[in-house]
């Protein structure tokens, strides 16, 4: 690692304050921005560590739930509550890294991150969330822009997530042999209004809504629905687990697993 | 420099250190308690796993000053003397470990997932949360035998409600 | 004997210190006022170095220096060496190019060594090793065997212009080809074995240092063989002479042959903890292991086998393409020969046997031993080949396997090899058995009910340890002798210390020599101590690779007890007042053969030392004996492994659901142990068939350089393995012991693979069978599996 200024914030504001620095950046969990800087590869001048900030906590209400950036990935999937309102993403975030990384990693850090393999964008997006920020909200679309980018700008903090509850959903996840995460995550969240689907893994610019899928599930939410909808190869990634056809494929299988096993 | 006050296996020391010190160096390096190890470097192979306040985490992606103030459990922690944990009695008697290595964060996590998971595990189970520990030498056979036995004995001690 | 001698389920004493996180492990030694080292390594696969400069780095913080392979040069420290000579088929030596331990000009692959910074901490020297500017004129690189072999091809060493090492054979070309123009049926096969990073999860560390006083050196280094590295650092690389350098290697979490070899860090750490005058330490992280711990494997094979129209094996014609990396590391060259070819026999009655390997020289790490180290790749050959041969002529594996297997003992192969003992058909019946063959119809049916490929796969594997005689490997190329040596310090009060050259790095050796010696002395385990891994106590050894320690270095035990027994048999007859062939001994107790006169062995080691009752002229006092036990021949390990798998060709996941193993180890003496080494091993043999594989780019840049695209199996990767055990004694050594350390290393790949394409109904298909892979070759199921 490169020398760095270390920060403990007691108060969002003064989190902001600091983070605004050109060469500052926020941790929360660190489960991705410690390797980075241990492999020499990240070189802030100052960390801004949001563990001193009480921004955790779940909650459900209204026909919504309600989970602060700083909760962990284990407290999401262990809570009580989320496993009736939307056991989907209670079950997402317990398929996210090993126990330890769960035990530390926080779904503020990972949306934030926006790693095209993470498991939290697809959530966000197939259920319509809107993210809080320091300064604003953001309904998920918005947010997410490309790999590793997002709306956020220097010393803007997430602060909590809004989930609608949908009527059924299910996470599918087919992961990386190596590295465990995501080679495709396909999130199907049925809703009143219609079905969303959104693909996380795949995607060569980050995650993204499967149309296709959608129209065919909001008119009949059954595996058939899909079954001959043939998801393009086109703008896949493709490294040596996975080439984009294989992905493409596995879209598929996925997303009707997922729609099978939805709840 | 930044300071930091940590109590470590029932001691509480204070020290100032770097800031870029990474709890796992802190313990290997300021405590010379070198039963915490390093066998990667992209917090995957959980040689490093500790208890942070009652919680398994990976040593080597973590900030000791981010932890200030917390109680750490090492493997040097875990036995009361010459008594081992049963956990560590369930290693060597169904011989879960050959070159040792892996085997503090196998036994670290091995005692949080009981902490999580309770005393009755199966091997599905035992084989899903060991995610994040990789071992080179058993194929694992022997550690997921040694865990559901060693579970079960930490039941019957009461030791999983510790 | 009570229940801690041969055979008995004995918990290993030295697990007290690594369940309580009191292993110390080179990592953990630390020398008062040590420096800390850093190498620059080359980020170019193939590139001439123009010039280094240093000032800038030299400038910071922290830095106590910087050296090159001029520095080396000048102090005329020579290079790394290659300790087996191979000849080519012509007769010409192998073509070995020199291997400097800090690179002369020129860089041969990503991870080379530039030079190393030597600082206060760690950070400091990384540090300044970023400031260190290194001018590369950057040279194409062969990254494939076959790149490197096309004309034209660019050269990685002078001395070697096509970048091939050795065009080497085995076997008579003639007798093989008559078998081929008689056959009714040829099979014929493509292999690719592949390249494999070992992953020892202790990572390679080395800490040096020189005390000025005396002249001495220490290297505490994370090494299978210490006395071998401190042979080479002393006679070859020029480091001191042996008795002015001591070579620890303490607790090893891991070697699987990986540190066997003798590496440029040790080298250089140990050479400037005298230039700098400071102890210096250096410890790897994971990606500089990736690329530069010597690879494993890495093979591209085609094979033919000559059969009768009843199935009878009549000749097997192989020629191997074998990837040696940039530079000759300790012994790679004869890894793809004699540790090859020779095992291509399988358990099979061949007439004739015809092999042709070449050494390639590629711009990627240097490849060496890896747990089975030749043995494996020739079992994937014969394994793979036999089960394609039984389908082609649609013969049940099983019986296609009985048909040929030898039966009568001792059997000579036409390449080399005296099989000396086995019952391949009892292994064979037993796993059949465990594995409930008769059923895997219904379950084939069962899971293609469920929309799922079910396969079977066989593996009659046999593998060769212990590699020796001496004479015999010194005959075949071999630098050194591969005998082991043992003392035996039996102390006044009757405590033992066994000095081994042997070293553990996982095997247990602590508690299982000191079974032999509880067995065969009478006393408890606890009162025996296992001593290794230090040139300064233990006087010379070979280490521990090749499954060679229990019967090689128990047998040298076993003789140095065999002298201990006889002295003490005459301390005993002095004590006893009878003659020592008089004198009985069982069970700790030495007694005057027809009478109740009787003394212990404790008594006997305390008389031994107060020599009261004989005189010096009589008997030398004390008890305390060595021998060197050099084998009559190899081991031979044998056995059957079932596996047996479900393909969900949706996504291509491959899920083992049942494995057996039943292996032949002749006698065992700790068989919780040896379960442990077979789990292990068939671990890495699936790792390898289904997950693991190293990727270099057409750059020569290493894809797969750290766990998150180097797939390690994990626990959920693997299922519960059922072992089973038959035995036939081993003849060549004094135990009955065969080794079982590689056994499911060995064995596992082809029954993977043997049972995918068993599922999938062809054979178009290469290790890792990944997701992808399974998925890609799922998409042509062949008649045969739609079928059924």
């Known amino acids: 690692m490169y020398p760095f200024t270390y920060h403990r914030p007691g108060s969002l504001a003064d989190a902001v304050k600091l983070a605004g620095s050109d060469e500052a950046k926020i941790m929360a969990g660190g489960m991705t921005l410690l390797p980075t800087m241990k492999q020499r590869l990240a070189a802030p001048s100052d960390i801004v560590d949001l563990n001193g900030l009480d921004l955790a906590g779940i909650k459900v209400e209204g026909g919504k739930v309600t989970i602060g950036a700083m909760t962990r990935h284990a407290d999401v999937a262990g809570n009580a509550d989320l496993h009736k309102a939307i056991p989907a993403l209670a079950e997402l975030a317990g398929m996210i890294g090993d126990p330890m990384v769960r035990h530390r990693g926080t779904i503020g850090g990972s949306v934030s991150n926006n790693d095209p393999a993470a498991d939290y964008p697809s959530a966000c997006l197939a259920l319509g969330a809107t993210i809080v920020t320091s300064k604003r909200e953001m309904a998920a679309e918005d947010f997410f822009t490309g790999l590793f980018e997002t709306a956020l700008e220097p010393g803007e903090i997430v602060t909590k997530f809004v989930f609608p509850v949908p009527e059924k959903a299910n996470y599918q996840k087919f992961r990386n042999p190596a590295s465990r995460y995501a080679i495709v995550g396909v999130f199907v969240a049925k809703f009143a209004a219609g079905v969303r689907v959104a693909v996380t893994g795949a995607g060569s610019s980050g995650v993204f809504r499967q149309f296709d899928f959608e129209e065919a599930l909001s008119k009949i939410f059954s595996t058939q629905a899909i079954e001959g909808i043939k998801q393009s190869a086109d703008g896949l990634n493709s490294d040596i687990h996975a080439d984009a056809a294989y992905r493409a494929h596995l879209i598929g299988v996925m997303a009707r697993r997922a729609v099978e096993a939805a709840r | ?162 | 004997m009570s229940g801690t001698g041969i055979g008995a389920r004995v918990q290993r004493k030295e697990d007290f210190r690594f369940i309580t996180g009191k292993g110390q492990y080179t990592d953990d030694v630390n020398c008062y006022g040590q420096a800390h080292a850093v190498f620059l390594r080359s980020p170019h696969a193939h590139a001439d170095i123009v010039s280094i400069k240093l000032d800038a780095a030299r400038d910071m913080a922290g830095v106590v220096d910087i050296f090159t392979g001029d520095d080396l040069a000048a102090d005329k420290i020579g290079g790394l060496i290659c300790g087996w000579m191979i000849h080519s088929k012509d007769g010409s030596p192998m073509k070995a190019g020199a291997h400097p331990a800090l690179a002369q000009g020129k860089v041969r692959y990503v991870g080379d060594h530039v030079a190393v910074v030597i600082a206060e901490t760690q950070a400091q020297a990384r540090d300044a090793m970023e400031k260190i500017e290194v001018d590369y004129k950057v040279l194409s690189p062969v990254v494939s065997m076959a790149d490197a072999v096309r004309a034209g091809a660019p050269v990685l060493h002078d001395v070697a212009p096509h970048n091939i090492v050795y065009n080497w054979s085995l076997g008579d070309e003639a007798a093989a080809d008559a078998a081929f123009a008689t056959a009714a049926h040829v099979t014929k096969l493509d292999i690719i074995n592949n390249r494999l990073v070992p992953n020892a999860m202790e990572p390679r560390a080395a800490v040096g240092d020189y005390n000025s006083g005396s002249g001495g050196f220490t290297l505490y280094t994370t090494s299978q063989n210490p006395h071998v590295a401190r042979l080479v650092l002393s006679a070859f690389i020029g480091i001191a002479p042996e008795h002015k350098l001591r070579v620890i290697a303490p607790d090893v979490g891991g070697g699987f042959g990986s540190k066997i070899f003798i590496y440029a860090e040790e080298t250089v750490c140990v050479w400037a903890a005298k230039k700098v005058g400071r102890p210096v330490k250096w410890v790897a992280d994971r990606t500089e292991a990736f690329l530069s711990d010597a690879h494993g494997r890495d093979h591209v094979t085609h094979a033919e086998m000559a059969l009768d129209a009843s199935g009878k094996i009549l000749g097997l014609r192989v020629k191997t393409r074998a990837n040696l990396g940039a530079y000759l590391s300790t012994f790679s060259s004869c890894v793809p020969t004699y540790l090859y070819a020779p095992l291509l026999s399988g358990q099979y009655d061949i007439p004739a046997i015809y092999a042709e390997v070449d050494g390639i020289y590629t711009n990627t790490a240097p490849v060496d031993a890896y747990r089975g180290a030749g043995r494996p790749e020739a079992t994937f050959v014969i394994e793979r080949m036999v089960e394609v041969a039984a389908r082609e002529m649609k013969q049940d594996p099983a019986e296609f396997r009985r048909r040929n297997f030898v039966r009568n003992f001792p059997h000579q192969t036409p390449v080399i090899m005296c099989y000396d003992a086995g019952d391949y058909d009892a292994s064979m019946t037993k796993a059949l058995e465990m594995a409930d063959y008769k059923n895997i119809g219904a379950r084939k049916a069962a899971s293609a009910k469920k929309g799922l490929l079910r396969g079977v796969g066989f593996s009659a594997y046999i593998e060769a340890c212990g590699i020796a005689p001496s004479a015999a490997v010194g005959s075949l190329g071999a630098g050194v002798g591969l005998w082991e040596s043992a003392e035996v310090r039996v102390n006044p009060v009757g405590t033992v210390e066994i000095l081994t050259g042997s070293h553990s790095h996982g095997q247990g050796h602590e508690t299982t020599f000191a079974q032999l010696v509880s067995e065969r002395l009478g006393i408890s385990i606890d009162n025996v101590a296992i001593i290794h891994g230090d040139t300064d106590k233990v006087q010379m050894g070979m280490g521990t690779y090749g499954s060679r320690s229990g019967a090689v270095g128990m047998s040298a035990l076993s003789k140095a007890l065999d002298k201990i027994e006889t002295k003490a048999k005459k301390v005993a007859g002095f004590v006893l007042e009878a003659s020592p062939d008089d004198i009985e001994f069982k069970d700790g107790k030495f007694s005057v053969r027809g009478t109740d006169k009787e003394i212990d062995f404790a008594s006997v080691a305390l008389q031994a030392y107060i020599a009261h009752k004989f005189n010096g002229q009589e008997l030398e006092p004390g008890l305390k004996e060595s021998a060197f036990w050099d084998p009559t021949n190899f081991t031979f390990p044998a056995g059957v492994h079932i596996c047996e798998v479900e393909i969900d060709p949706a996504t291509g996941v491959t899920r083992i659901d049942r494995w057996t193993a039943v292996d032949d180890f002749g006698n065992v003496i700790n068989p919780m142990i040896v379960e442990g080494q077979v789990h292990g091993g068939i671990a890495q043999g699936v790792g390898q068939a289904l997950l693991e594989g190293a990727v270099y780019d057409a750059n020569g840049q290493l894809v797969t350089a750290s766990y998150m695209d180097y797939a390690m199996p994990r626990a959920d990767d693997l299922p519960s393995y059922d072992v089973g055990m038959t035995q036939t004694a081993c003849p060549s050594n004094p135990l009955g012991i065969k080794g079982c350390g590689e056994a499911g290393a060995i064995a596992a790949p082809p029954a993977v693979m043997n049972a995918i394409t068993d599922a999938l109904g062809h054979e178009e298909i290469a290790m890792p069978a990944t997701p992808l892979a399974v998925w890609r070759a799922a998409q042509r199921l062949a008649p045969r599996a739609a079928a059924e």
């Open chain 2, 1 to 162: 420099m930044a300071s930091v006050t940590l109590t470590v296996n029932g001691k509480t020391i204070t020290r100032d250190i770097d800031p870029r010190t990474l709890l796992v160096e802190f313990l290997r390096e300021h405590m010379r308690l070198t039963g915490t190890h390093v066998g990667c470097d992209t917090t995957q192979c959980g040689c490093c796993t500790v208890h942070v306040d009652g919680k398994a985490l990976k040593s080597c992606t973590l900030l000791a000053v981010a932890v200030d103030g917390s109680t750490i459990m090492t493997i040097e922690g875990l036995a009361k003397g010459e008594d081992l944990h049963p956990m560590q009695a369930a290693f060597r008697e169904y011989h879960g470990l050959q070159c040792g290595f892996c085997t503090p964060g196998m036994i670290m996590s091995a005692v949080d997932m009981v902490r999580r998971k309770g005393t009755d595990l199966d091997d599905k189970t035992i084989r899903e949360e060991l995610e994040g520990n990789i071992c080179r030498c058993t194929g694992y056979h022997n550690i997921v035998k040694a865990i559901h036995y060693g579970a079960e004995a930490m039941g019957k001690a009461g030791t999983a409600a510790e």
